[in-house]
C-alpha cells in the first residue's frame, strides 16, 4: 500500500554519507544480500570515490545501476538488485 503512486512501490533508502571507501559498498553488499531480486534501493553517499566504487560494484555483482544524481554534499545511487 504504497503512500506516494509512481508505479506501486516505494524504493528504500540506505543513508551511507559520512562513510569512505570501501565502507559504502561493503554495506551497500551486505544490504543488498538480505533484500529479494528485483528490488531496489537508493544509496546515499559523500563519499566522492562512491562515483566510481558504486558503478563497478554493480557491474561486479550483477546488480543494475537505474540511476545516479549529484545531490548537495554528495551522490544518491539507485541500484536493482540481480535476480539469482
Not at 544509496?43 to 550483477?62: K, M, N, R, W, Y
Amino acid at each position: 500500500m504504497p503512500e506516494h503512486g509512481d508505479g506501486g512501490q516505494e524504493d528504500a533508502v540506505y543513508d551511507l554519507k559520512g562513510l569512505n571507501c570501501p565502507l559504502p559498498v561493503l554495506k551497500a553488499k551486505k544490504r543488498l544480500a538480505t533484500m529479494r531480486p528485483c528490488s531496489r534501493l537508493w544509496l546515499e553517499t559523500t563519499d566522492p570515490l562512491a562515483v566510481i566504487d558504486i558503478p563497478a560494484f554493480c557491474a561486479e555483482s550483477g546488480h543494475r545501476l537505474i540511476e545516479t544524481a549529484a545531490v548537495s554534499g554528495g551522490h544518491r545511487f539507485l541500484v536493482e538488485r540481480g535476480g539469482g
